[in-house]
């Protein structure tokens, strides 16, 4: 199985509703990330998690809060967000450490209104 | 930090053989990978260089050069599936992958 699930795969939410994104691999994956793509632009990293923690926050707002309950899942909760988040949300799995290829989901499409 | 430079655009007739080279500065370097992404698809692995020397697999190679911050991938005997957007990745510490700006490759027949 080298595949990576996200769900759902469209979203439609207001600037005041809570909504969650998730992201799942059974391939023994130790690093998981989310990734922000606009239209015609290239995929920019959002989070890394390693092993389950937290590594590498890009600066991203607080209104946009991950979560890695265990090693095949991982969450990224959405709050009070601006018109300008619409976007497609990547999720990606891979090996920890070099010479690895990463895994990339299909994406959730978000629309904020 | 970090920077990378990539064309932003290539067009290229089928058959034909097309060269997408990358530049880049990024600290904690350990490779550089390639990924393939079609219009309203999720971006696909194509290669990754950790040593200096050209990679072949199939129709697809890819080259790093480490003392010039340097790299390209080469794609031969176009098809016209093979127009995509093509990315270059390095990889650094703390399993990073950062994407370059992006080449938008168009195959003519």
């Known amino acids: 199985d080298t595949e990576v699930t996200q769900t759902p795969k469209h979203l439609v939410m207001g600037m005041t509703n809570k909504k969650s994104l998730k992201c799942e691999q059974h391939?023994?994956?130790?690093?998981m990330y989310w990734y922000k793509q606009k239209a015609k632009k290239p995929p920019e990293l959002m989070f890394v998690?390693?092993?389950?923690?937290?590594?590498i926050n890009e600066s991203v707002p607080s209104r946009f809060s991950p979560e890695c309950p265990n090693s095949s899942l991982l969450n990224l909760h959405l709050h009070a967000l601006q018109p300008e988040d619409s976007a497609l949300y990547l999720c990606?799995?891979?090996?920890?450490?070099?010479?690895?290829?990463?895994?990339f989901g299909q994406g959730t499409r978000l629309t904020v209104v | 930090g970090q920077s990378l430079e990539q064309p932003s655009e290539v067009t290229a007739v089928e058959g034909a053989i097309v060269q997408i080279n990358c530049t880049y500065q990024t600290s904690g370097f350990y490779g550089l990978s390639w990924y393939q992404q079609h219009d309203g698809g999720a971006p696909t692995f194509l290669s990754y260089?950790?040593?200096?020397g050209l990679e072949e697999t199939g129709r697809f190679s890819s080259f790093l050069s480490r003392s010039d911050s340097y790299g390209y991938l080469l794609l031969q005997e176009l098809q016209m599936k093979d127009s995509a957007s093509y990315f270059c990745?390095?990889?650094?510490?703390?399993?990073?992958?950062?994407f370059g700006s992006g080449t938008r490759l168009s195959i003519r027949p």
């Open positions: 391939m023994g994956h130790r690093a």
């Open positions: 998690y390693s092993y389950e923690k937290l590594s």
């Open positions: 990745a390095p990889y650094s510490s703390a399993s990073k992958i950062i």
């Open positions: 990606a799995s891979s090996q920890v450490g070099g010479d690895t290829e990463a895994f």
């Open positions: 260089n950790a040593l200096d």
